[in-house]
């Protein structure tokens, strides 16, 4: 029975992958309410199988809904939240199937190749600088790379700082690259114009972040052994350009969010390479299976977020939120700080990035606040940034630790501790005194 169960949950979960991408090209009420209906089995089946964590976060959504909604949303709006929410089911399968391609590719081996032969000295710049570039697009998936990069006979400390490093550089990507959730979240609440000038101020900061972090974490560090470090990305580079440039090319083009370009053009080109390769087939889908499979809490965790966000901006949420919560009177310099601290904080206690970024943007994004919209999805990206490096029990914490064999406490309150802090005020600082001369 179990099994029966299991598979009906997988068989839901990839038909609402599916109608996700038909429905970009061709939005038909009828493909749409099938994927609407597999999606909500889907994720009223997982509810009896989630981990604690899960059960704890779903706790706190359904407190977050009685202290934001006057009344029980009509079932009208709830379905339209459905039809919203479908097509995040199909980002988390399609970046489980980017990383199983990725991991195939020569240019990939070669890359783990080049870093494996980096001195001990530098070899935590590589990988901080090759996660971050690499992470843009495959996002936990460089773990399993990099991890296969370190030495057999690696000792702790080597590991817990290509850990830390890795890590690092991957969560810093989430602030300019369009294929994070994070990203999809952001453009829920604010136009297409501002959430793409949000990511070009992202390619400065994490252009800054990554130098300072480098340059601090690595007393060692002289221009020779940034330039041997940075030269690990050579086989990858064009790569990784191609991909982003069609991606970001696709979205302003027709007019795609970034999220429903990932969607589309993704698959097709793991198609045209399993083409190329038709004897990577097998192994790609099943690791792509495996993925989803491993990843069903963080799909239930974000479409309910999302859910939850959607019926808010359809509701007089803002208001009774503003008027009860008092948040007017946060002066507009410090919102830039404010929402970068509580997602960081809010991550340490376990509560996950798209629930305090739904929140602070459904309020900040309303008409009471004078703010830069573009600089706001900025404040956002960064909060997600330092959320993700300061939770233990996060996802990519949690992945990082067991490919590296280092603990989670470790590597989210080892050296790493004062670059969250550091990044979330002194980025908010950045933000907000931009916000002043827009």
């Not at 919203?84 to 199983?100: Q, S, Y």
Request: hydrophobic content about 55%; glycine content about 4%; charged content about 10%.
């Amino acid at each position: 029975m179990l099994k029966i169960i299991h598979n009906i949950r997988l068989l839901t979960f990839i038909i609402s992958w599916v109608a996700a991408f038909i429905s970009i090209v061709n939005n038909q009420n009828i493909i749409i309410d099938i994927g609407v209906f597999s999606f909500g089995i889907f994720l009223f089946l997982n509810l009896f199988f989630l981990t604690i964590q899960s059960y704890f976060i779903i706790f706190i959504l359904i407190i977050l809904c009685v202290l934001l909604f006057n009344q029980f949303p009509p079932m009208v709006e709830i379905y339209e939240g459905g039809r919203f929410i479908l097509i995040f089911a199909g980002l988390i399968p399609t970046m489980g199937l980017v990383r199983a391609a990725a991991l195939k590719l020569d240019s990939v081996k070669e890359t783990q190749k080049l870093l494996s032969q980096l001195s001990t000295d530098v070899s935590s710049t590589g990988f901080q600088i090759t996660s971050h570039l690499s992470g843009s697009i495959i996002n936990t998936g460089v773990f399993p790379m990099l991890a296969a990069s370190i030495p057999q006979d690696s000792n702790h400390y080597y590991r817990k700082k290509v850990a830390e490093a890795s890590i690092r550089g991957m969560a810093s990507s989430v602030i300019w690259s369009p294929f994070f959730v994070a990203f999809a979240v952001g453009q829920v609440f604010i136009d297409t114009f501002n959430s793409w000038l949000g990511l070009l101020f992202g390619v400065f900061i994490s252009m800054v972040f990554t130098s300072v972090t480098v340059f601090l974490l690595n007393r060692d560090l002289n221009l020779n052994k940034l330039l041997n470090s940075i030269a690990c990305l050579k086989p990858i580079f064009i790569h990784l350009v191609v991909i982003m440039s069609i991606i970001i090319s696709c979205a302003l083009m027709f007019n795609f969010t970034a999220l429903s370009a990932v969607i589309l053009i993704m698959p097709i080109l793991i198609l045209i390479q399993c083409i190329a390769r038709p004897y990577h087939i097998i192994s790609i889908t099943s690791q792509t299976i495996t993925s989803m499979r491993k990843n069903i809490d963080d799909v239930v965790i974000i479409s309910l977020a999302m859910m939850v966000g959607y019926l808010v901006t359809q509701s007089e949420s803002n208001q009774h939120i503003l008027e009860i919560y008092n948040f007017q009177n946060i002066p507009e310099f410090l919102i830039f700080i404010t929402i970068p601290i509580i997602m960081c904080i809010g991550s340490i206690i376990c509560v996950h990035p798209v629930i305090s970024s739904t929140v602070l943007l459904t309020i900040f994004t309303s008409n009471q606040f004078d703010l830069n919209h573009a600089l706001l999805m900025q404040a956002h990206l960064i909060g997600w940034c330092v959320g993700t490096l300061s939770s233990v029990a996060s996802l990519t914490v949690i992945t990082c630790s067991n490919l590296f064999k280092v603990s989670s406490i470790k590597i989210a309150f080892g050296e790493n501790v004062y670059v969250v802090f550091s990044f979330a005020l002194f980025g908010g600082l950045i933000l907000g005194t931009l916000n002043l001369f827009y």
